[in-house]
């Protein structure tokens, strides 16, 4: 099959690079040259393993391409999915001016029958949106349908994500779309639930809201076990036990971020909103996820009084470890809270610091300072207090009496909970994690 893919970030390049995997002869569309140009080099824009390989693989063996080109890219394909971003605007509803840009491309260039896929999250009742937009500025009369195919990768994972999906949602109009798509997708050899448009749009908010939700939840049932002296972790592990609540998706932490559970929780509350219905579920979710995100900067303020003058290591900037994204991290939220109030940061991540560099320079930074260094242990020399925001392998690897030799002194607030509690006491450290 010809698949065309427009957009070459985490859900575009994926896809396309795993549909040339399986077998599909694909070619990726962006409007970026310069990006364009590193992926022919096999040079990946996104921190994702596996993803290099399999593009140097399939660009040598001939099916995969990259081009700015977007009119012969669409001209003659069988299907054209769509994967460019819906940022969230500021009242939480989802920006679709990438995905209106590259329908009406579409209609302008298709020559012969077309599938158009929206992979891309947008909210309930877009893709008849879509359809009609396309069918106002299509040039040739060719027959095409619009197909919703949500994507359900996580960042860090997402070619295993993709190759060895739970499952598939397709979301068709018609037998003709229906039988298109799951010709294409056969080769996985993974689960397809076919549904109707609307319902496959709504699943993929459905099932980011409930993770979402589920964070929450625990991070909620935390704050309480502090407060009456029970150990989340161990409360997670007994809920774990029951198959209806399951045991992924239970960890207490510093709040979720990244470019989904934030934005599709909002944009869920907003979609309700906009049909007169107060999803009151997704909102308690998104209220405790904004206070979880400073539970420990405000714990640690009460503590310390005040941080100006002080040294405080922080490690882990990105949103979780295994990507370079730093979006809605909780690094975001506290750092500058500490510049403000005077802190001399010396932080340190294995990927996003140079990002994360861009957004807060070396230097002096509002009342503050920050420096960005290779090392976990490096952060800790003299500290007066150290924040602990990614779980990254190196950040765990740092060991109990690292903090106590090396810190001035030594004062550790957690947001990942990944050291144990008597670890940390034996080592003499004073030690504040999440729920515990
Ligand atoms: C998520 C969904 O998992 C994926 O299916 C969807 O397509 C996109 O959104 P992603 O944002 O890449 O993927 O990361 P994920 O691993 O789900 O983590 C999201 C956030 O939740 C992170 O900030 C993570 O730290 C947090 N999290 C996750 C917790 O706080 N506790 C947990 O138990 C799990």
Redesign the pocket.
């Known amino acids: 099959m010809k698949i065309a893919v427009a957009g070459t970030g985490y859900v575009g390049l994926v896809a396309g690079v795993c549909f040339a995997e399986i077998g599909h002869d694909v070619v990726c569309v962006d409007i970026d040259g310069a990006k364009v140009k590193k992926m022919k080099q096999g040079i990946s824009p996104i921190h994702e393993e596996g993803l290099e390989e399999l593009m140097k693989k399939n660009y040598a063996e001939g099916r995969v391409d990259y081009t700015t080109d977007y009119k012969t890219a669409y001209r003659d394909a069988d299907a054209v999915f769509i994967g460019v971003g819906t940022p969230e605007r500021p009242d939480g509803s989802a920006d679709l001016a990438h995905i209106a840009t590259v329908a009406r491309q579409i209609a302008e260039s298709i020559e012969k029958d077309c599938l158009v896929v929206v992979k891309s999250t947008v909210p309930v009742g877009t893709n008849d949106k879509v359809e009609q937009f396309i069918r106002d500025f299509l040039k040739n009369g060719v027959k095409f349908e619009v197909a919703s195919n949500p ?6 994972t997402a070619v295993k994500d993709t190759l060895q999906a739970a499952r598939i949602i397709i979301g068709t109009e018609s037998k003709w779309a229906e039988e298109l798509l799951i010709k294409i997708y056969e080769p996985f050899n993974i689960p397809i639930v076919s549904v109707s448009r609307r319902s496959a749009e709504m699943i993929k908010y459905a ?2 809201d409930f ?1 979402a939700l589920k ?1 929450s939840y ?1 991070n909620d049932i935390a704050n309480l076990c502090e407060l009456v002296g029970a150990d989340i972790q161990d409360v997670a592990k007994g809920m774990s036990y029951d198959e209806r609540i399951g045991a992924k ?3 207490a ?1 510093i ?7 934030p934005k599709d929780t909002k944009a869920l509350e907003y979609l309700a909103k906009q049909h007169g219905y107060e999803l009151r579920t997704v909102k308690a979710a998104i209220d405790v996820n904004t206070a979880q995100k400073t539970m420990l900067y405000k714990k640690a303020s009460r503590r310390l009084i005040t941080f100006s003058g002080l040294k405080v290591a922080v490690l882990g900037l990105t ?2 470890p295994g990507t370079d994204d730093l979006r809605e991290a909780p690094s975001l939220d506290n750092i500058p809270l500490l510049l403000e109030h005077g802190a001399d940061i010396i932080a340190y991540d294995p990927v996003g610091s140079d990002h994360f560099a861009k957004l807060y320079p070396e230097g002096k930074n509002l009342n503050g300072t920050i420096k960005y260094v290779n090392c976990p242990l490096e952060t800790l020399k003299d500290a007066n207090v150290c924040f602990v925001f990614t779980e990254w392998s190196e950040v765990r690897s740092v060991k109990p009496a690292d903090y106590k030799r090396l810190m001035r002194t030594p004062l550790v607030y957690d947001g990942r909970n990944i050291h144990t509690l008597t670890a940390m006491k034996e080592a003499g450290v004073e030690y504040h994690s999440i729920g515990r």
Do not use: D, P, R, V
């Open positions: 994507e359900f990768l996580a960042q860090g099932s980011n993770l964070i625990m998706f239970l960890n932490g709040g979720y971020g990244g470019s989904c559970f949103f979780k």
